[in-house]
């Protein structure tokens, strides 16, 4: 069974009188496992796409199955549970909180999902570890790299061992050392069977995976399945 | 479970409102000051209003006072002419109270002289209370040591006197008074007996303090009571004053007469009665009545307004406190926009953001109630020390004080929390 499926998915804004459709009929279908890539245009809906297949943003119409299950008409109490359980955002600009460190970021989806404190700080710890900071796990998001910052945000987008793990640009930010090793994770995470979308400009990351959406004026322009 | 939520949130609320020390602390103080002005406000109000409670019940609910009064001066148709103006309350006026009101208990004549006391070469100024054995009853004074005056003393116009501690303590010092002689305008009266403190049996003016009548008797210091009759033959009911050329020479036979009723609803009628009885025997208005039960009603009436006035303005501290937090609630949550589209996206529910930023008003207005309740029961304190004036701390006020901090946060905290909440997580994620 697919994880992700649309079936004609539209977004528009309406802007005053005038209609702007930025995500138009959009038929998606996402295997358990694949590791998928959206490129395209700036302005072309990426971002869109990937908020709406991240439950953050609703669709106009159409209608989103996520694991089976009708999400396109729920409501914000069970959306927000949908995105503390099913999934898993890693953001351009890591989007750590300030104020905690990087345990309690780690924490915080498990937290919001009603996990007890032992059992989410020993799993932050080893998630931490995981992504290459078991000796940080005390220090707060200035005081770490980009690259470790976004190694943090993987390890909080994984916290509750999600359906799909969405990426929008993962690695805009970083530079290509960096921005290497946030991509071996990415693959890593492959590997365990996590169904990954990632949206990108960068060639180079979109041949790392198996399929390649490439949107245009919010249409899906064509796609390319890779050999491997 | 929910103790760990709590802890997470306490933690969480705390560790945002430290990065931002400074404006936490302002906002803090805001509610400090709110919250000690409505207790030291309480506390005044509460003070003042117990003394003047304390002074009217000292007066004696079931007692009716009839003060001799000046009347308007007339105007003087003999230029220097020596002149004597007769007024005031006579011994005819206590017969007839006595005689025709039938719910007089006692009626008790009381002559007020102001003189000098000596003993030894000692020497200070009192009032010389002339009255009868069964003052005792009317008024709050406590026998501490010998006897009251009695009828003997009354019938033999006997040469005795009952002193106030604060006469025995200036005048005798180290000596036991009892026994001794105290010479007041060349004669010896023997001491019989010490009352307690007499705050002041000249106050029936409910609301000025003992210290300002103090002040105005001219460093009158206590009491001497000595029996009526003795008083009537030994000092003179005339006084001199000048004014301007003409010498004017006044005579008053009684300061005052009390009156104590049977019960405390007989006070009012009688009271009427009273009235019309003295107009009768008075064309000037030379004389005044006093309810001590009119003034404690007065006095609840008073302190009701008092309250309100200060409850009032304590109130709109507090408010202006509430907006404060407010603000910076607002200030905080468009600060905190894109904190709260992380949250939203890693699976906050709406209701998450709400706690979350209503906890942190709350911690602001809980530290800063308790803090105020602090100062709030120490200011009363200093305001006692250097304004001399009464307060009174109820648990009630710390009750409400808190009890309204409380209700400050979650009525202020809780638009802004909202706010937060229904931001739309995709807007607040792009919010710089
Ligand atoms: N709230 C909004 N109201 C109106 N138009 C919007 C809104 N959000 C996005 N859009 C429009 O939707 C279109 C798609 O935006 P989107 O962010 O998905 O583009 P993108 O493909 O992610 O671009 P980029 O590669 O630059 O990130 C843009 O033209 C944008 O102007
Ligand atoms: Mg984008």
């Known amino acids: 069974m697919s994880v992700v499926n649309t079936k004609k998915l539209c977004k528009a804004y309406q802007l005053g009188s005038f209609n702007l459709s930025v995500l138009c009929d959009i038929d998606l279908e996402i295997e358990q496992g694949q590791y998928v890539a959206i490129m395209g245009p700036s302005g072309s809906g990426k971002s869109t796409l990937l908020n709406l297949l991240g439950c953050l943003d609703k669709p106009s119409s159409g209608k989103y199955f996520l694991d089976g299950k009708d999400v396109s008409s729920l409501d914000d109490n069970e959306l927000s549970l949908i995105r503390g359980n099913r999934i898993g955002f890693i953001f351009q600009s890591y989007n750590l909180i300030n104020q905690l460190n990087v345990i309690e970021n780690i924490e915080l989806p498990m937290y919001y999902q009603g996990m007890s404190e032992s059992k989410s700080a020993a799993r932050a710890r080893e998630l931490a570890a995981k992504v290459g900071l078991g000796d940080r796990v005390k220090h707060r998001p200035f005081e770490l790299s980009g690259g470790q910052q976004q190694r943090v945000a993987i390890a909080r987008a994984i916290a509750n061992d999600p359906v799909i793990i969405l990426a929008d640009e993962p690695t805009g930010n970083l530079d290509s050392a960096s921005g290497a090793d946030i991509l071996s994770i990415l693959d890593d995470l492959h590997q365990q069977g996590k169904t990954l979308i990632v949206v990108t400009h960068d060639e180079e990351i979109a041949s790392r995976t198996q399929r390649i959406i490439h949107l245009l004026d919010g249409r899906i322009e064509r796609e390319i399945h890779n050999g491997n | 479970m929910l103790l760990f939520r709590l802890k997470h949130t306490i933690e969480l609320g705390a560790k945002s409102l430290w990065m931002h020390r400074l404006r936490s602390s302002l906002t803090i103080l805001g509610v400090v000051f709110g919250v000690c002005s409505v207790i030291a406000m309480l506390a005044i109000g509460e003070g003042a209003s117990r003394q003047a409670q304390d002074s009217i019940e000292k007066l004696g609910s079931r007692n009716i006072i009839i003060e001799t009064v000046k009347p308007p001066e007339q105007q003087k148709d003999s230029g220097n002419v020596e002149k004597v103006r007769n007024y005031g309350l006579t011994y005819s006026d206590a017969e007839s109270i006595r005689n025709t009101l039938k719910s007089v208990e006692v009626a008790v004549p009381v002559r007020i002289i102001s003189q000098a006391a000596r003993y030894n070469s000692r020497k200070v100024a009192v009032n010389v209370l002339g009255t009868v054995p069964w003052y005792e009853e009317v008024s709050s004074i406590k026998i501490i040591d010998g006897r009251f005056l009695s009828a003997i003393d009354l019938k033999h116009q006997l040469a005795v006197c009952v002193v106030d501690e ?96 049977g019960s405390n609803e007989e006070v009012l009628p009688t009271r009427d009665v009273l009235d019309s009885l003295l107009s009768r025997l008075h064309k000037k208005q030379d004389y005044r009545i006093v309810v001590p039960l009119e003034l404690l009603r007065q006095a609840a009436q008073t302190r009701r307004i008092f309250s309100i006035v200060l409850g009032s303005i304590a109130a709109i501290s ?34 998450d953001i709400i706690i979350q930023f209503l906890s942190e008003t709350l911690m602001l207005t809980l530290v800063g109630g308790i803090l105020g309740i602090v100062l709030g029961t120490f200011i009363p304190f200093l305001v006692t020390h250097f304004g001399h004036m009464p307060t009174v701390i109820t648990p009630i006020s710390l009750i409400l004080a808190f009890g309204i901090s409380v209700g400050i946060g979650i009525i202020f905290g809780l638009y802004p929390a909202c706010r937060a909440a229904n931001m739309d997580p995709i807007k607040s994620l792009r919010h710089e």
């Open chain 2, 318 to 351: 507090l408010l202006v406190g509430g907006i404060g937090i407010m603000n910076i609630m607002l200030a905080t949550v468009s600060e905190r926009t894109r904190e709260i589209g992380i949250r939203r996206a890693i699976g906050a529910r709406k209701w």
């Open chain 2, 166 to 261: 604060q006469v025995a303590r200036k005048l005798f010092t180290f000596d036991d008074p009892i026994g001794l002689d105290v010479k007041i305008q060349g004669y010896y009266y023997r001491v019989v007996g010490i009352t307690g403190k007499s705050v002041d049996s000249e106050m029936t003016d409910a609301f000025s303090d003992s210290k300002v009548v103090s002040k105005s008797n001219g460093g009158v210091i206590g009491n001497i009571y000595v029996p009526i009759t003795t008083a009537k033959c030994r000092f003179s009911e005339f006084s001199f004053q000048m004014s301007g050329n003409s010498r004017n020479a006044e005579r008053v036979e009684l300061q005052k007469i009390i009156i104590k009723v």
